[in-house]
């Protein structure tokens, strides 16, 4: 269990994290910076027409949040493999699904996302299912994979990869009361369950805006951020605080030392 609240956290890293530094001043070496990964994907599905040059603004964010690396059946594919999934995603650019914020996430959105996510995954096992690889049948979209996507064109629901769900792990063991779905490659109706239980859990805990958190809202807000991006953002950096705090969890990272949050020691 983590010896600092979500909270403590967060004002102290918003203070003294250098790698936040750039995202609050968000000056023209923010511009050059991998910052702007997903800010230029989101903006290309809101206003791109050409369906190829989405697929390579998706590529281009997508390797910079990590999809590209290792084992990913994107290995043996060029960028035209996510030609279906610009095709779906362009039929939602006008939705109300689009930066939706986190009060305004009712069941009929919920689903709507949650029916989505299933179109996109099974979107790619269709394009994985040809003679490039066959071997790669086996592999499935990923949760973090699906959710990165939607987070990245439609700001929905934030990225469900391994920090962020460490910090819901962690909510989840220091209050008992806390029911929070991890895993969101499940059939649709226990997909929807977790992420009502994620928006119940931030409307519960007023996370963007309680008093410890409402300014660092605000002014990513005005950088331009989606709620569900912040949430993205605030859960991810915990979640690797939390990791880097694990011996166990750490020794399981290609890089066995995070220094980032040693300034945490002297809070």
Not at 196 to 201: N, Y
Request: net charge positive; charged share 35%.
């Amino acid at each position: 269990m983590s010896d600092i609240s979500f909270e403590e956290f967060w004002k102290v890293t918003w203070e003294k994290d250098n790698e936040l530094e750039i995202l609050k001043n968000k000056n023209s070496s923010y511009d050059k910076s991998v910052w702007t990964a997903w800010d230029k994907c989101y903006e290309a599905f809101s206003v791109e027409k050409d369906n190829d040059k989405l697929c390579l603004h998706l590529t281009a964010y997508l390797a910079h949040w990590g999809m590209y690396r290792g084992s990913s059946f994107f290995k043996n594919h060029n960028y035209k493999i996510h030609e279906k999934v610009v095709e779906i995603l362009l039929n939602y650019r006008k939705s109300d699904l689009v930066g939706v914020q986190l009060n305004k996430l009712n069941d009929d959105k919920i689903k709507r996302i949650s029916n989505i996510y299933g179109e996109v995954e099974k979107a790619y096992d269709v394009n994985t299912d040809d003679d490039v690889n066959k071997d790669e049948n086996k592999n499935k979209p990923t949760d973090t994979l699906v959710t990165k996507i939607l987070l990245g064109t439609m700001a929905c629901i934030p990225a469900y990869d391994s920090f962020f769900k460490r910090a819901l792990s962690e909510f989840k063991k220091s209050d008992k009361e806390v029911e929070l779905g991890i895993n969101l490659s499940v059939k649709s109706e226990t997909r929807e369950k977790a992420i009502k239980q994620l928006k119940d859990f931030c409307s519960y805990r007023n996370i963007l805006e309680n008093e410890n958190m409402i300014k660092i809202t605000r002014r990513l807000k005005r950088k331009g951020f989606k709620e569900m991006r912040i949430l993205d953002l605030y859960f991810f950096t915990y979640g690797r605080y939390l990791y880097s705090r694990d011996p166990q969890e750490a020794n399981k990272k290609e890089d066995k030392r995070d220094n980032r949050f040693d300034y945490i020691k002297d809070y």
